[in-house]
């Protein structure tokens, strides 16, 4: 899991992982979240939380970058204990994104919370 979440991701992995957190918003807001696979969606978050701490250049260590480190560790331990046995952490499909944001969106262990911190993250 470290080398999974020491290697950079590209522009088109982060892009999917926005839609995919975007879906989970959007279905949450429709009402119809026990369709958002909570596992996935916590592991785009965790993604988008680790690209807005690279590209921000934000220390690990101390000020809002040591908060990010341990959103995106909570948000990859979330992804681990909550995926299907079946499925690819690492793949985002477009017809498994809304299914999958709906899910994350809908529940608890805090991962609403995350998706608003990092909303605010990549609004800024």
Do not use: C, I, W
């Amino acid at each position: 899991m470290a080398s999974e979440r020491d290697t950079k991701k590209g522009t088109s992995e982060l892009l999917s992982s926005a839609k995919l957190v975007a879906d989970a918003a959007k279905s949450t807001f429709n009402k119809e979240s026990d369709k958002v696979d909570k596992g996935k969606v916590a592991g785009a978050g965790a993604d988008l939380l680790g690209a807005a701490q690279h590209y921000g250049k934000l220390d690990k260590d101390k000020g809002v970058g040591q908060y990010v480190e341990k959103a995106e560790t909570y948000l990859h331990q979330y992804q681990t204990s909550h995926l299907a046995p079946t499925t690819n952490p690492n793949s985002h499909g477009a017809g498994a994104a809304a299914k999958d944001s709906e899910t994350a969106a809908a529940g608890g262990g805090g991962v609403g919370d995350y998706m608003k911190m990092a909303q605010g993250f990549l609004g800024k």
